[in-house]
T-cell receptor
């Protein structure tokens, strides 16, 4: 059974800092990995999707890397802004023999606060 | 539609009443999922629909919970005889391909409060 852990649980940084959020998973036979952000009281917004064959994906100030062999993904946020404050979640679909079964397993999230 | 639409956005109900939550997935998305998020907790899988296949109901917490989907369109999640522990945000997601090969798009959720 896939288990997903995110570290740190919470992070508070001043505006402008570069930061790294970590996601680790126990079963390296993954199909893909997706990073989301969740604002308080809201649904999830997709940030980046990394397929198992990829090592990284970039979107604006966000860069996500994937190292399947070590069971890790990192989300790098450059030049953080107060608007980046949210909970960041990584998620992986259940996987068996290379076929995704759709159900996502989520980490518990990292609560990010960027203060001016 | 442009995104996954859920209604109502908020629902307050009395303990023991039945509630229906609705999800309109993105047009053309064959897969649809329901998740639950209790206050301060992570997302909990409830049910997964893929095309005309039998749904994966393995996450439904009790027989008070049921869900239906009309073809590859709207889904409704029904909770009968609601209990206070059912209070949560119920999130719906859809994906273009089975198993989320192209990622998942979530709705804004329905916040259910059972009083």
């Amino acid at each position: 059974k896939q288990e997903v852990t995110q570290i740190p649980a919470a992070l508070s940084v001043p505006e402008g800092e570069n930061l790294v959020l970590n996601c680790s998973f126990t079963d390296s036979a993954i199909y893909n990995l997706q990073w989301f952000r969740q604002d308080p009281g809201k649904g999830l917004t997709s940030l980046l999707l990394i397929q198992s064959s990829q090592r990284e994906q970039t979107s604006g100030r966000l860069n996500a890397s994937l190292d399947k062999s070590s069971g890790r993904s990192t989300l790098y946020i450059a030049a953080s802004q107060p608007g980046d404050s949210a909970t960041y979640l990584c998620a992986l679909p259940a996987n068996a023999g290379g076929t995704s079964y759709g159900k996502l397993t989520f980490g518990q999230g990292t609560i990010l606060t960027v203060h001016p | 539609g442009a995104g996954v639409s859920q209604s109502p956005s908020n629902k307050v109900t009395e303990k023991g009443k039945d509630v229906e939550l609705r999800c309109d997935p993105i047009s053309g998305h064959t897969a649809l999922y329901w998740y639950r998020q209790r206050l301060g907790q992570g997302l909990e899988f409830l049910i997964y629909f893929q095309g005309n296949s039998a749904p994966d109901k393995s996450g439904l917490p009790s027989d008070r919970f049921s869900a239906e989907r009309t073809g590859e369109s709207v889904s409704t999640l029904t909770i009968q005889r609601t209990q206070q522990e059912d209070s949560a945000v119920y999130l719906c997601a859809s994906s273009l391909a089975p198993g989320g090969a192209y990622g998942y798009t979530f709705g804004s959720g329905t916040r259910l409060t059972v009083v």
